[in-house]
Protein backbone atom coordinates (compact mmCIF):
# COMPACT_ATOMS: atom_id res chain seq x y z
CA UNK A 1 0.00 0.00 0.00
CA UNK A 2 1.67 3.52 -0.97
CA UNK A 3 1.64 5.71 2.00
CA UNK A 4 2.56 9.41 1.40
CA UNK A 5 5.33 10.97 3.80
CA UNK A 6 4.52 12.46 6.90
CA UNK A 7 4.12 16.34 6.08
CA UNK A 8 4.84 16.12 2.44
CA UNK A 9 2.72 18.48 -0.08
CA UNK A 10 0.29 15.63 -0.83
CA UNK A 11 -1.72 16.29 2.87
CA UNK A 12 -2.67 19.49 1.74
CA UNK A 13 -3.79 19.17 -1.91
CA UNK A 14 -7.08 19.13 -1.05
CA UNK A 15 -7.00 22.15 1.04
CA UNK A 16 -5.25 24.28 -1.72
CA UNK A 17 -7.73 22.89 -4.72
CA UNK A 18 -10.32 23.64 -1.69
CA UNK A 19 -9.66 27.41 -1.03
CA UNK A 20 -8.77 27.87 -5.36
CA UNK A 21 -12.40 26.69 -5.70
CA UNK A 22 -13.99 28.71 -2.91
CA UNK A 23 -12.34 31.83 -4.65
CA UNK A 24 -13.69 30.42 -8.27
CA UNK A 25 -16.86 30.15 -6.66
CA UNK A 26 -17.10 33.93 -5.13
CA UNK A 27 -15.83 34.99 -8.54
CA UNK A 28 -18.42 33.66 -10.49
CA UNK A 29 -21.15 34.25 -8.24
CA UNK A 30 -19.85 37.40 -7.88
CA UNK A 31 -19.96 38.11 -12.24
CA UNK A 32 -23.50 36.06 -12.11
CA UNK A 33 -25.16 38.29 -9.88
CA UNK A 34 -23.93 41.78 -12.26
CA UNK A 35 -24.77 40.14 -15.12
CA UNK A 36 -28.45 39.14 -14.13
CA UNK A 37 -28.55 42.88 -12.75
CA UNK A 38 -27.55 43.92 -16.39
CA UNK A 39 -30.09 41.37 -18.14
CA UNK A 40 -32.52 42.37 -15.60
CA UNK A 41 -32.32 46.09 -15.94
CA UNK A 42 -32.01 45.39 -20.03
CA UNK A 43 -35.44 43.11 -19.96
CA UNK A 44 -37.43 45.83 -17.90
CA UNK A 45 -36.72 48.38 -20.94
CA UNK A 46 -37.26 45.52 -23.99
CA UNK A 47 -40.81 44.06 -22.34
CA UNK A 48 -41.54 48.38 -22.72
CA UNK A 49 -40.59 48.12 -25.53
CA UNK A 50 -42.78 45.24 -27.04
CA UNK A 51 -45.94 46.06 -25.37
CA UNK A 52 -45.79 49.87 -26.37
CA UNK A 53 -45.72 48.22 -29.77
CA UNK A 54 -48.33 45.65 -29.38
CA UNK A 55 -50.62 48.49 -28.16
CA UNK A 56 -49.91 50.96 -30.87
CA UNK A 57 -50.82 48.12 -33.22
CA UNK A 58 -53.66 47.17 -31.50
CA UNK A 59 -54.96 51.05 -32.36
CA UNK A 60 -55.55 50.21 -35.94
CA UNK A 61 -57.60 46.63 -34.47
CA UNK A 62 -54.11 44.92 -35.56
CA UNK A 63 -53.95 42.32 -32.62
CA UNK A 64 -50.67 40.84 -31.32
CA UNK A 65 -49.70 38.68 -28.79
CA UNK A 66 -46.81 38.69 -26.17
CA UNK A 67 -44.17 36.38 -24.76
CA UNK A 68 -43.71 36.37 -21.99
CA UNK A 69 -47.41 37.08 -20.98
CA UNK A 70 -48.43 40.48 -20.07
CA UNK A 71 -50.23 39.48 -17.18
CA UNK A 72 -46.79 38.15 -15.58
CA UNK A 73 -45.02 41.55 -15.58
CA UNK A 74 -47.17 43.84 -15.91
CA UNK A 75 -49.76 45.58 -13.43
CA UNK A 76 -52.87 48.17 -14.55
CA UNK A 77 -54.98 50.64 -13.38
CA UNK A 78 -56.93 50.62 -16.78
CA UNK A 79 -56.32 48.21 -19.09
CA UNK A 80 -54.67 47.70 -21.70
CA UNK A 81 -53.02 51.35 -21.63
CA UNK A 82 -52.86 52.42 -17.92
CA UNK A 83 -49.97 50.24 -16.76
CA UNK A 84 -46.85 49.81 -15.04
CA UNK A 85 -44.23 47.01 -15.06
CA UNK A 86 -44.20 44.73 -11.76
CA UNK A 87 -41.62 45.37 -9.11
CA UNK A 88 -41.45 41.44 -7.80
CA UNK A 89 -41.34 40.20 -11.39
CA UNK A 90 -37.84 38.42 -12.17
CA UNK A 91 -37.25 40.28 -15.45
CA UNK A 92 -33.42 38.82 -15.23
CA UNK A 93 -34.78 35.35 -15.66
CA UNK A 94 -36.14 35.50 -19.29
CA UNK A 95 -34.42 34.41 -22.18
CA UNK A 96 -37.26 35.40 -24.55
CA UNK A 97 -39.69 38.01 -25.47
CA UNK A 98 -41.46 38.57 -28.67
CA UNK A 99 -44.71 39.65 -30.38
CA UNK A 100 -46.96 37.43 -32.24
CA UNK A 101 -49.32 38.90 -35.51
CA UNK A 102 -52.74 37.23 -35.26
CA UNK A 103 -53.57 38.52 -38.35
CA UNK A 104 -54.81 36.09 -40.87
CA UNK A 105 -55.41 37.79 -44.16
CA UNK A 106 -51.90 38.01 -46.43
CA UNK A 107 -50.69 34.84 -44.39
CA UNK A 108 -49.54 37.11 -41.87
CA UNK A 109 -50.29 34.71 -38.63
CA UNK A 110 -47.54 33.84 -36.90
CA UNK A 111 -45.17 36.69 -38.10
CA UNK A 112 -43.39 37.57 -34.67
CA UNK A 113 -40.56 39.91 -33.57
CA UNK A 114 -38.30 37.57 -31.07
CA UNK A 115 -35.64 38.73 -29.02
CA UNK A 116 -33.70 36.01 -27.15
CA UNK A 117 -30.28 35.68 -25.86
CA UNK A 118 -27.43 33.16 -26.19
CA UNK A 119 -23.92 32.13 -25.29
CA UNK A 120 -21.42 31.98 -28.09
CA UNK A 121 -17.28 31.51 -26.31
CA UNK A 122 -18.61 32.31 -22.89
CA UNK A 123 -19.88 35.35 -24.37
CA UNK A 124 -23.85 36.44 -23.91
CA UNK A 125 -25.46 37.94 -26.90
CA UNK A 126 -29.05 39.63 -27.44
CA UNK A 127 -29.87 38.74 -31.55
CA UNK A 128 -33.21 40.45 -32.80
CA UNK A 129 -35.08 38.35 -35.62
CA UNK A 130 -38.68 38.76 -37.57
CA UNK A 131 -39.99 35.29 -38.29
CA UNK A 132 -42.65 34.35 -41.35
CA UNK A 133 -44.27 31.72 -42.61
CA UNK A 134 -43.01 31.44 -46.18
CA UNK A 135 -45.98 28.28 -46.56
CA UNK A 136 -46.55 25.03 -46.48
CA UNK A 137 -45.10 21.63 -47.09
CA UNK A 138 -46.15 17.93 -46.71
CA UNK A 139 -43.95 15.55 -45.19
CA UNK A 140 -44.82 12.11 -45.50
CA UNK A 141 -44.41 10.86 -41.73
CA UNK A 142 -45.58 14.08 -40.21
CA UNK A 143 -47.98 15.40 -42.59
CA UNK A 144 -48.37 19.43 -43.45
CA UNK A 145 -45.67 21.46 -41.63
CA UNK A 146 -45.90 25.21 -41.63
CA UNK A 147 -42.20 26.36 -43.13
CA UNK A 148 -40.61 29.92 -41.28
CA UNK A 149 -37.68 31.60 -42.34
CA UNK A 150 -35.97 34.70 -40.69
CA UNK A 151 -34.09 37.84 -40.84
CA UNK A 152 -31.76 38.57 -38.57
CA UNK A 153 -32.26 42.16 -37.33
CA UNK A 154 -29.82 43.21 -34.63
CA UNK A 155 -27.08 40.80 -33.19
CA UNK A 156 -24.82 41.77 -30.30
CA UNK A 157 -22.89 40.83 -27.37
CA UNK A 158 -25.15 41.74 -24.01
CA UNK A 159 -21.55 43.65 -22.59
CA UNK A 160 -21.08 45.86 -25.87
CA UNK A 161 -25.38 46.18 -26.09
CA UNK A 162 -25.91 49.89 -27.37
CA UNK A 163 -29.68 51.01 -26.79
CA UNK A 164 -29.55 53.86 -28.74
CA UNK A 165 -28.31 51.34 -31.71
CA UNK A 166 -30.78 49.19 -31.17
CA UNK A 167 -33.93 51.19 -30.96
CA UNK A 168 -32.89 52.56 -34.43
CA UNK A 169 -33.08 49.66 -35.69
CA UNK A 170 -36.05 48.68 -33.75
CA UNK A 171 -38.24 51.84 -35.05
CA UNK A 172 -37.56 51.36 -38.81
CA UNK A 173 -38.86 47.97 -38.52
CA UNK A 174 -41.83 48.59 -36.63
CA UNK A 175 -42.43 51.85 -38.96
CA UNK A 176 -42.49 49.22 -42.59
CA UNK A 177 -44.43 46.04 -40.66
CA UNK A 178 -47.33 49.13 -39.34
CA UNK A 179 -47.04 50.74 -42.65
CA UNK A 180 -47.58 46.94 -44.53
CA UNK A 181 -50.66 46.64 -42.41
CA UNK A 182 -52.36 50.64 -43.09
CA UNK A 183 -51.60 49.55 -46.98
CA UNK A 184 -53.05 45.89 -46.75
CA UNK A 185 -49.63 44.72 -48.30
CA UNK A 186 -47.28 41.93 -45.98
CA UNK A 187 -44.90 41.25 -49.69
CA UNK A 188 -43.90 45.18 -49.36
CA UNK A 189 -42.63 44.66 -45.63
CA UNK A 190 -41.19 41.17 -46.76
CA UNK A 191 -39.30 42.98 -49.52
CA UNK A 192 -38.03 45.58 -47.04
CA UNK A 193 -36.64 42.69 -44.92
CA UNK A 194 -34.94 41.16 -47.65
CA UNK A 195 -33.20 44.17 -48.63
CA UNK A 196 -31.68 45.60 -45.59
CA UNK A 197 -31.33 42.37 -43.36
CA UNK A 198 -28.98 39.11 -43.38
CA UNK A 199 -31.65 36.02 -44.03
CA UNK A 200 -31.22 33.30 -41.13
CA UNK A 201 -32.35 29.71 -40.72
CA UNK A 202 -35.73 28.27 -42.35
CA UNK A 203 -37.72 25.58 -39.96
CA UNK A 204 -40.87 24.03 -39.38
CA UNK A 205 -43.98 24.47 -37.00
Known amino acids: MFMAA ?7 WFDNLDKELDK ?8 SGADS ?8 VLISDFW ?5 FDKINIHFSIEPNHTQFAQFEKYPYEWTLKDN ?9 QIVDKTREQGRVGDSLRLRYYN ?13 CEGEHYYKYSGWKRIFGQYILFDKPVKKLDMDQFHTVLA ?7 ESHLKHNRETFLEYLEKTFEK ?3 YTQ
Request: net charge negative; no cysteine.
Open 6 to 12: KGSKNDD
Open 37 to 44: TQKSDINS
Open 200 to 202: GET
Open 52 to 56: KILLR
Open 24 to 31: KTAQAQKN
Open 172 to 178: EVVRNWY
Open 89 to 97: YDFGGINQI
Open 120 to 132: EEDTQHLRMTFEY
